[in-house]
């Protein structure tokens, strides 16, 4: 979002594509400040559906509210009877504003045969038919259609019944407005047609950027089209993460040659990532760094909060992270409990949710830790929070003991809010945003002893401790909106000639 508007706010035309079916794209749109120009969906460039406006789909203007139908209202849907029998199920959106989501179709035996989804903007976007089993207990999808606007089948998918019961994506139909169609095996060749066609429609030279390897990079790469391809770096690109010369590439983009021989640059968010990428990759394709993070102009412009402000809890040092194995709070809290035998008015506040992948194991040990070192009176677990500005400017310290990064995005957050660092010298990120001595320190991966030994140094002398604050805050001006522009420009922009 936030590279999109700093294109706009230099005069590149650029958009966010954007593949996922939703129902509700106009509430997408407002949630993320968008304008509708601004997004290209999938399903709503295939639907024509892109410049519509709200407009609800009501159970009367589907024609069933007449004397043939009887309805019960029950909290977010609505049973509709048909005599005695109930026939349909109608869905309501839960919010204020109201209207039909989805209609279910029951047969007989009141089983759900096929479910129609209503868009916000008051179209049919979509059907779903079901197949049952004998007993009644299983279902599974056998087909899809997406309409456009006007009614039209712009796409079929056909599903047969996976080896665990639920339908199985077993082909594609595209029709485009024009009348061709086109077989597709899956949802990579349905993103390709899907560019390809963006590239015919929009005007000029077109670049795409794909920032998630998959499906949609793949498709990209592989798309027969007279665009630029660019491939984005966000995390670690290979694995393990303690192999960087030899570990297992992670990204398809970069192991396969054939796909990477398609792309016309890689762009990380590190300069050593960058040259770790390149010396890895057979491939002259070019590799440059542009920063992931931006600190906002209006951010940098606000009265800055002196590390000895009121506001600030003095001694207070967090974390901002997933309660997760990569992040290893457990060093963090390690390195805290040494600290706090010297300084024993220091507190540690962790911001992050717990990991449901692991079903919360990560969180479970972590709470355990501190239990074991009796820790619970001055350890807190916060989990998410909506306000993080909040948290740093009560902050005087932060520190990330993970165990990998892709650019360590909190600690530019922490520093845009005068906040120290201290934190491993891990791949990537910290050393490209920390500047030891003068925001922080980076200490050896893994050595939370001397992780505890700079907490207890900048705590213990309030001068360095000011000082590392105000180096935290000049950080934080080299990733302002103007200076990524001048990476974006120069590394990228300006070096393809487009």
Known sequence: MNRQRLFKKNGVESKIITVNYSTNVVD??????????????????????????????????????????????????????????????????????????????????????????YDTRGYRSMSQYFAKADNAQENWVV??????????????????????????LNHMRLTLKTGQSYMLENKTALYRSFIEQLA??????????????????????????????????????????????????????LAKTDELSRVDMIIASTPQQAADIQRRIYSQVPVVSVPVGMVSDSLIQQPQVPIAAPTRHQGKIVAVARLFWQ???????????????????????????????????????LKKLVAELHLQACVSFLGHTNNIAAVYDHAQMMVLTSRFEGFALALLEAHAHGVPVVTYDINYGPASIVQAGQSGFLVAPGDYRQLAEKLVQVFSDQPLLAALSQGAYQVATRFSEAAIWQQWHHNVIQRSGK
């Open 28 to 117: 997408h749109v407002a949630y993320w400040h968008l304008q509708h120009t601004d997004l290209i969906n999938l399903y709503d460039y295939f639907a024509e559906s892109s410049d519509l406006p709200e407009a609800r789909t009501t159970l009367s203007k589907l024609g069933y509210q007449t004397k043939d139908y009887r309805f019960e209202a029950d909290g977010d849907q609505v049973k509709i009877f048909s005599t005695t029998s109930l026939v349909m199920i109608a869905h309501l959106f839960a919010d204020e504003q109201g209207g039909v989501y989805s209609l279910d179709f029951l047969d007989a035996k009141q089983r759900v045969i096929r479910t129609d989804y």
């Open 143 to 168: 087909l899809e259609q997406f309409f456009t606007v006007a009614g039209r089948i712009f796409l079929e998918k056909y599903y047969i019944r996976g080896d665990n019961g639920a339908g199985k």
């Open 200 to 253: 015919l429609d929009l005007p000029g030279t077109v670049t795409f950027i794909a920032d998630r390897q998959g499906e949609l990079s793949r498709a990209m790469a592989f798309s027969q089209v007279p665009a630029r391809k660019i491939l984005c770096i966000h995390n670690l690109h290979y694995a393990p993460y303690d192999d960087p010369k030899h570990a297992h590439l992670a990204y398809d983009a």
């Open 327 to 365: 992040k290893n709070l457990a060093d963090a809290i390690r390195a805290f409990a040494i600290a706090r035998q010297t300084l024993p008015w220091l507190t540690f506040d962790i911001y992050g949710y717990g990991d449901a992948r692991d079903q919360y194991h990560e969180e479970k040990q």
